[in-house]
């Protein structure tokens, strides 16, 4: 799993509680207008034409129909799973993916921060324990 997917997981994740980004085939009526362009995406993916699937995808964007978000995440993880040469092909790259979740999440008013160097909250503990070891083991033993 490569990070750019491992993004849309956790978006997935924090925006809608799934554990995947991947909206699965029932979850849209076939006719209404989510379902229509959930599979024209995945048409237009399917035949390496990413950049017209992404124009549909942003063309579908509306403020007051965030279940598009979901869309998108889909469809970013689905073409974060491609080769780079099969991004090549289609014309796209792992920067335009990128670029387009962030677009995506800007346009529906989201806010990640995102600190650069920051430890995990796992490497922050570890050095939590590191900073109160020393003092621990400071005292030396009292003889008996």
Do not use: H
């Not at 995506?104 to 070891?133: C, D, E, H, T, W």
């Amino acid at each position: 799993m490569n990070q750019l997917y491992q993004l849309t997981a956790l978006l997935a994740k924090a925006l809608f509680k799934k554990d995947s980004p991947i909206v699965p085939d029932n979850a849209f009526p076939e006719t209404s207008e989510p379902g229509i362009v959930l599979k024209r995406l995945r048409q237009l993916v399917g035949e390496g034409k990413v950049n017209t699937a992404e124009n549909l995808l942003f063309d579908s964007f509306d403020k007051k129909k965030p279940y598009f978000i979901a869309i998108g995440l889909d469809f970013y993880a689905r073409i974060s799973e491609f080769t780079d040469e099969a991004l090549k092909e289609a014309d796209f790259s792992r920067e335009e993916i990128q670029e387009g979740i962030g677009d995506m999440l800007k346009f529906y008013g989201i806010k990640i921060a995102v600190r650069p160097n920051a430890p995990s909250p796992a490497a922050q503990a570890a050095q939590n324990a590191a900073n109160v070891a020393p003092n621990v083991m400071a005292d030396k033993p009292k003889k008996i």
